[in-house]
């Protein structure tokens, strides 16, 4: 594991596999290095890339410096871009690829980007601060449980998935960051048409042939956006691509993209 400190002294915790161009990932919500798919996805990717997996800040072994804005998470990956090289590829998944693209939109050194179904709803006045506060609330009362729960009801999550969740072998690390789920509702809505139409990035936009029509409209609705936008649809389960199928399309689209 290696560190680096972001620009309002926050300690960003990551680590490195692989070898050449150098490629981020970039969590969904209740993502870090301990719990969701970029640990394997960056296991299936390292044969062609030096792949970044890092705990955003408020997960695993990351700080947390308060008060959180949006802002800081973007100078987070601007951070690590900046500790691996000074340019790299990005993967985002849901809500971190909305950060992903906030990072393009800010002119960070990003030279292409892989989006896997980000839930970006344009033209569309945002809802998601009231969800934040909710989860908030949730959390100050001590119930990290029933935060985790009301933020996957809210999102959609499908009621078979909401049905076990609680006895999952993950729930326990997704309660352990269930704080950050606030952090997820904030950056979602702050990507709008015109950041979308300011990132000049190749940008690879991703959607599972298994996820519902709400997610696949966005994906697609968000591709078509962008200047230099493509859209792919993969096989997969509800919001979700397996890593043996994901990786070889990012590698193909990045390679082309170099």
């Known amino acids: 594991m290696a560190a680096v400190t972001s620009r309002d002294g926050t300690h960003i915790a990551f680590e ?27 296991e299936h990717l390292a044969g062609s890339f030096t792949v970044v997996t890092y705990d955003r ?11 959180y804005a949006v802002d800081r998470e973007v100078e987070d990956l601007a951070s690590l871009i900046g500790a691996n090289g000074g340019a790299a ?9 909305a950060l992903a693209l906030l990072g393009a939109a800010a002119r960070l050194p990003i030279s292409a980007l892989s ?40 999102i959609g999550v499908p009621a078979e998935i909401i049905k076990g ?15 950050t789920l606030a952090y997820d509702c904030r950056i979602t809505p702050a990507v709008t048409r015109a950041t979308l139409t300011s990132v000049t990035a190749p940008s690879l936009v991703i959607s599972s042939e298994a996820s519902d029509d709400r997610l696949r409209g966005w994906a697609q609705a968000v591709a078509a956006a962008l200047p230099e936008g493509h859209h792919l649809a993969l096989k997969g389960e509800w919001h979700g691509v397996p890593n043996e199928t994901l990786a070889p399309a990012l590698t193909d689209f990045f390679r082309h993209s170099a």
């Not at 596999?17 to 960056?42: C, E, H, K, Q, Y």
């Not at 800040?57 to 008060?67: I, K, V, Y």
């Open 16 to 42: 490195r596999v692989g070898t050449g161009p150098t490629l981020i990932l970039v969590d969904a919500a209740g993502g870090f290095r301990r719990n969701g798919p970029m640990p394997s996805l960056a």
């Open 165 to 179: 969740m609680r006895q999952a072998p993950f729930f326990p690390l997704m309660e352990s960051v269930a704080h």
């Open 89 to 97: 590829f990005v993967h985002g998944f849901s809500s971190g690829a």
């Open 57 to 67: 800040r408020g997960r695993g072994e990351s700080g947390d410096t308060l008060p």
């Open 115 to 154: 989006l896997l179904e980000p839930p970006i709803v344009l033209d569309q006045p945002p809802h998601d601060d009231d969800l934040a506060a909710e989860i908030e609330a949730l959390v100050t009362a001590g119930r990290r449980a029933d935060a985790v729960e009301h933020f996957s009801v809210s």
